[in-house]
């Protein structure tokens, strides 16, 4: 009897010593994860800390790590200096433009790639390839060319119009199109008369939202980021757009770095808005697939 007792009682004493040794190691398997969340965030908590201070409080040992005062002081000289609200105006038409272009064009490209068969389809691809690894300075001159015959040189349209497609976009689309939408949907919606741009939007874009989510995100920050090409093309001062804007605050002389990480500050505040708005549904879609799968 005693022995027959004791079986239970030194299995259930093994299973909560197993699950102890379990959770042990899940916790430290956290520990990694921890220190590579706060090496990311750091960066984000001092431009805010930097961003409350003044620049005599960045030279000072040892170095302050809490949130100073003089964030509204800072604030206000970064919209006395630039025209912050009407630089971030034109960045938001350059950045929902450039995005949906790029949505729509890449993943329509992506589509017919994936999905049908046409004459120099193996070589357009491995073009498309070809101008993926090329560095997008080689374009510059050739573009800034083109803008000037144009008549775009200075205008929004320079940004807009030849960042409408990219190789990255049509390449990431095509391969997640190829994995994500069954041949057999297309069959069918062939044989329900469906032409092509019918298939495009009734069968393929509610499959690939979680795709489009990721590919959204890139561009829009890609976009809202960029400085190097408006800064050749934007010659009218009227029409830069933010990063070009906030580049204005140094100084040859003299930066304030304090008002300089202010004002990045304040364009980083959408770019977190959009994040979380597209993340959610990228999210979202992608569990959705999962679970159906």
């Excluded at 299995?11 to 959770?23: I, L, M, S």
């Excluded at 105006?89 to 350059?94: F, G, I, M, P, Y």
Aim: aromatic share 14%; hydrophobic share 55%.
């Amino acid at each position: 009897m005693t022995t027959s007792t004791s079986r239970p009682a030194a299995t259930a004493r093994a299973k909560v010593a197993r699950g102890q040794r379990v959770r042990s190691r899940e916790r430290w398997a956290h520990v990694p994860l921890v220190l590579t969340v706060l090496l990311m965030v750091f960066p984000f908590y001092w431009t805010v800390v930097m961003a409350t201070s003044t620049t005599k409080e960045f030279y000072s040992y040892p170095p302050t790590l809490t949130p100073g005062t003089h964030l509204v002081e800072n604030v206000r000289e970064v919209l006395a200096s630039i025209d912050f609200f009407g630089s971030m105006l034109n960045t938001v038409v350059v950045a929902v433009s450039v995005t949906a272009l790029v949505l729509f064009f890449d993943s329509l490209a992506a589509f017919a790639f994936a999905k049908f068969d046409f004459p120099g389809k193996r070589f357009l691809f491995g073009l498309l390839l070809f101008f993926f690894l090329l560095p997008a300075q080689l374009s510059a001159v050739p573009q800034f060319i083109t803008m000037i015959h144009l008549g775009w040189l200075g205008s929004l349209k320079a940004l807009i119009v030849p960042s409408a497609a990219n190789a990255f976009g049509i390449f990431w689309m095509r391969q997640y199109i190829t994995g994500a939408v069954p041949d057999e949907l297309l069959d069918a919606a062939t044989i329900d008369g469906c032409g092509f741009f019918r298939q495009y939007l009734s069968v393929c874009v509610p499959i690939i939202r979680p795709g489009l989510g990721f590919l959204g995100i890139y561009t829009f920050v890609g976009a809202w980021n960029d400085y190097v090409w408006p800064l050749i093309v934007l010659v009218d001062p009227d029409h830069i757009t933010l990063q070009v804007a906030l580049s204005q605050l140094n100084n040859a002389h003299s930066t304030d770095y304090a008002v300089v990480m202010a004002g990045s500050l304040l364009a980083i505040i959408p770019l977190l808005v959009v994040f979380l708005l597209f993340a959610r549904q990228f999210i979202a879609d992608a569990v959705a697939g999962a679970v159906r799968g």
